[in-house]
């Protein structure tokens, strides 16, 4: 993901340059394609007011969308509302799901912005609101549960 | 990815599935059904997940949403709210709510306690962004001030040390996420910046900083030196993410007096950034950070910043782990590779070849973001579950109503006795979003004395030793026997002022192996009365009828270990003849000691009566000899041991079950008293 849209930081150019990326970024945070577009959608809709005087939109907007992955997360564990449906998908992906589902919410968050999105610790933990430490403890914990799940 | 990393099959694995995964996911455009067109895998799978609103719906809300958001309007912090009068200081045990700063909660922020003031700049502030400003905390005022504007952008993770006068603050991470290299400090009696040159080897950022009494020096953390970086999976071109050389760490020292940058040999052979450190004994003491298997994360290593050269301290155990410096000592502050968070604090031995446990504490259920500190008196934790102090009897024990939801996430200072707590209060308390703390920890502190029923723990399968009521430590700990369910022989005891005595039937068992029986506390008998210890801020009530629970081992023979004496509380002995007759083939003899006699002892004697097998549990520093209280065993193989205990008995380890922790000054501990 680039770092900057430019300076054409309206609504429909940054949903243009990162939607799919953060759309990515969200489904391996929450494993649910249709949750993780709406995740996108709901940043967009509450950062449209603000992201245009942002001088760097993308951290902002990815801080906001591992934000309110987690804070959806916390909710549905507390939830019964949620409506099953399906979709298929391969093997290995679903696998990749179901191990990163073995994860505390931490460490699947910071996995996933580790090794995925390619954040460095100090990032991750400036989107985690945590010590480099942590996220470094996250990340450790992490691997090594995958590596059990994933054997 | 470090390079280690890039050589770890899995790692590659791992970064392969995870991109594989989110390409299932196409622009969302497509809607929430395109994935199943656009897989291209022949092996599939059903797979139930949530549903969601679509892309139409949102338009419909964001109009609305957009509109609500351009009405709102923050309201910003400003000012400083009216402090306390001056106190010249905390009491022991006290614990004062600070008035609201005229700064942003944050974490990340440069922060030091400076004689008695928290200096706190930078940092992110909880809705972001990084900022620029910062505030001073005087514990004599108890009032904020708002720091002069600083010559730095926003920033956080930035390196600082506090240098006796000033606060240097060095690099950093801007909103972009760009490492910084810029410098500056901050005087507080001045009130005033002086900008300084820049980093030597460029941005950084989370990396070490320590101050050796004349330099800052500054080491690893993120730093991306120009022709190190690179482009990795998931990053595209531009992107101001960097990879780490981690073959060397870069390493420089700043002389604030001259304003003046010494560039060192980088640091080889840790593999990995030097993080969280110290300065001790000449080096620069941090943990090897790879991550690697085959290493332990976190190994002890002491650099030599004239050369370089990392040194590998003796190995601290599994995981996770950081330096500290507390009474001149070498510590390192372990956390186990488990998922609870066990503390365990070891000191450096002399000759520094080995880390000598204090005796593992037992370990509350601290959170993953909890903050250890040394106060220059004692060891602290902030997490969210309240504020704890490690006590003289070596457990951990929370200070009433710290819920104060601080954790090493937020502004956590120590020094001078005192611990400095200042973050985000959620749900808002009584002074608005934040919650700031100062505590002059009570070696003593413990939770509110209620005084039925009380709480008691630990023992063994038969002979029950009862170490605390309602949460305070009894010194010595309440003897009994049971019987079955019933009490069948006792042995009050008193110290740090009060009596106990188990009485009566044992009322039930819990589900944790606990025994609750009847209790009995009180004054102490006239001719054995001491002057009386104040054991909390609230003086124990006498004449209390509690309920004592008791831990005994699920299978008697094992249970966690229970530090049971401190010398320093220690009044008296006892050796309840009772119970020395009652036939047993093991009979346990306890007999504790006065500091000022330097003596203590706690012993098992087989057979008692008929032989003693010397089994010395543990002697230590019979420094004056042996005590009368000896005399008070009636048995002639306590009286025969005690023959045998004088100047000079060394410490003896009885196998596993023998002694675990004792320096003559500060604590015993054993495991069992009976077989």
Same mark, same amino acid.
């Given at each position: 993901m680039t770092s900057s849209a430019g300076s054409d930081n309206t609504l429909g150019t940054l949903y243009e340059a990162y939607a799919t990326d953060l759309v990515r970024v969200a489904f391996l945070l929450t494993g649910v394609q249709a949750q993780a577009e709406d995740v996108v959608h709901d940043v967009f809709v509450r950062c449209a007011g603000r992201v245009d005087a942002l001088d760097h939109p993308l951290s902002y907007l990815r801080t906001a969308v591992v934000n309110e992955c987690r804070t959806r997360h916390r909710r549905n564990r507390t939830s019964d509302v949620a409506v099953p449906e399906q979709v298929v998908m391969p093997d290995r992906v679903v696998e990749t799901l179901d191990a990163l589902g073995c994860l505390s919410e931490d460490q699947r968050t910071a996995i996933v912005?580790?090794?995925?999105?390619?954040?460095?610790?100090?990032?991750i933990a400036a989107?985690?609101?945590?010590?480099?430490?942590?996220?470094?403890?996250?990340?450790?914990?992490?691997?090594?549960?995958?590596?059990?799940?994933?054997? | 990815m470090t390079a280690d990393e890039r050589t770890d099959p899995f790692i590659e694995q791992l970064v392969q599935r995870l991109e594989e995964a989110a390409l299932e996911v196409g622009p969302p455009e497509r809607g929430p059904? *395109? #994935?199943? *067109?656009?897989? #291209?895998?022949? /092996? !599939? =799978?059903?797979?139930?997940?949530?549903?969601? *609103?679509?892309m139409a719906a949102a338009v419909i809300v964001a109009v609305a949403l957009i509109a609500a958001d351009r009405g709102q309007n923050r309201e910003a912090i400003t000012g400083t709210r009216a402090g306390e009068p001056d106190t010249a200081g905390l009491e022991r045990g006290e614990v004062r709510l600070l008035p609201e700063a005229p700064i942003e909660p944050r974490f990340g922020a440069a922060a030091a306690w400076a004689d008695g003031r928290a200096l706190v700049w930078g940092g992110l502030a909880d809705d972001g962004p990084q900022r620029a400003d910062g505030a001073v905390y005087d514990a004599r005022k108890n009032e904020w001030q708002l720091m002069a504007d600083s010559p730095l952008s926003p920033r956080v993770f930035a390196q600082s040390v506090w240098t006796g006068s000033e606060l240097v603050v060095a690099g950093g991470m801007a909103e972009d996420s760009t490492l910084l290299a810029d410098v500056a400090a901050y005087d507080p009696e001045a009130d005033s910046w002086r900008e300084l040159p820049d980093i030597p080897y460029g941005p950084s950022a989370a990396g070490a900083a320590v101050w050796t009494g004349s330099e800052m020096v500054i080491s690893g953390g993120q730093f991306a030196p120009a022709d190190t970086a690179e482009v990795g999976p998931g990053s595209q071109a531009g992107d101001p993410v960097t990879r780490l050389p981690v &073959?060397?760490?870069?390493l420089a020292a700043l002389d604030p007096g001259t304003g003046a940058w =010494?560039?060192?040999?980088?640091i080889r052979g840790i593999a990995g950034r030097a993080a969280e450190a110290v300065w001790f004994d000449g080096t620069l003491v941090t943990a090897r950070q790879d991550g690697r298997d085959e290493?332990?994360?976190? !190994?002890?290593?002491?650099? &030599?910043? #004239?050369?370089? &050269? *990392?040194r590998l301290l003796p190995d601290a155990g599994p995981a996770f782990g950081r330096p500290a410096v507390a009474d001149d000592d070498l510590w390192w502050v372990a956390l186990d590779g488990g998922g609870d968070e066990q503390v365990d604090l070891l000191r450096l031995g002399e000759g520094g070849e080995a880390w000598e446990s204090i005796g593992r504490p037992r370990t509350p259920d601290f959170g993953t973001d909890f903050r250890i500190l040394w106060t220059g008196e004692t060891w602290a934790v902030f997490d969210r579950g309240g504020?704890?102090?490690? &006590?003289?009897?070596? /457990?951990? !024990? =929370?200070? =009433?109503? #710290?819920n104060w939801n601080l954790d090493g996430d937020d502004v956590t200072l120590a020094g001078g006795g005192l611990a400095f707590g200042w973050g985000s209060a959620a749900p808002s308390g009584p002074h608005g979003d934040q919650v700031g703390v100062l505590v002059r920890p009570d070696l003593r502190m413990v939770e509110p004395v209620a005084p039925s029923p009380g709480e008691a723990f630990m023992g063994s399968s038969e002979a029950l030793i009862v170490t605390a009521v309602d949460g305070v430590p009894i010194e010595g700990g309440i003897y009994f026997r049971l019987a079955g369910d019933e009490v069948v022989a006792s042995a009050c005891v008193w110290s740090a002022g009060y009596r106990a005595e188990v009485t009566g039937d044992v009322l039930s068992v819990d589900h944790e192996g606990g025994v609750w029986a009847d209790l009995d506390c009180g004054p102490p008998p006239a001719s054995e009365a001491e002057p009386a210890r104040r054991i909390l801020a609230e003086p124990f009530e006498w004449s209390v009828r509690g309920v004592a629970r008791v831990l005994v081992a699920e299978d008697g023979t094992e249970f966690t270990l229970q530090p049971q004496v401190t010398l320093d509380h220690l009044v008296g002995s006892w050796a309840p003849e009772d119970l020395l007759s009652a036939g047993a083939e093991s009979q346990p003899v306890i007999v504790f000691g006065r500091p000022a006699d330097e003596w203590a002892a706690e012993i098992k004697i087989d057979a008692c009566g008929t032989s003693i097998e010397s089994r010395l549990w543990n002697v230590s520093r019979f420094a004056n000899g042996p005590s009368d209280r000896l005399g008070?065993?009636?048995c002639p193989g306590a009286q025969e041991l005690a023959s045998r205990i004088g100047a000079g008995t060394e410490i003896r380890v009885a196998g596993e079950d023998g002694l675990e922790f004792f320096d003559g000054e500060t604590a015993v501990t054993f495991r069992r008293v009976a077989e």
């Open positions: 912005l580790r090794y995925f999105v390619d954040l460095p610790e100090v990032e989107v985690l609101g945590c010590r480099p430490a942590t996220v470094r403890s996250h990340v450790h914990r992490g691997v090594a549960e995958l590596r059990k799940v994933m054997s | 059904t *395109a #994935s199943v *067109a656009g897989s #291209s895998a022949t /092996q !599939r =799978r059903i797979r139930w997940i949530l549903g969601g *609103a679509g &073959d060397e760490v870069p =010494r560039e060192l040999p980088p290493e332990p994360w976190g !190994r002890p290593v002491a650099i &030599d910043v #004239s050369t370089g &050269d *990392a504020f704890w102090t490690l &006590d003289s009897t070596m /457990q951990w !024990r =929370r200070t =009433r109503g #710290s008070l065993l009636e």
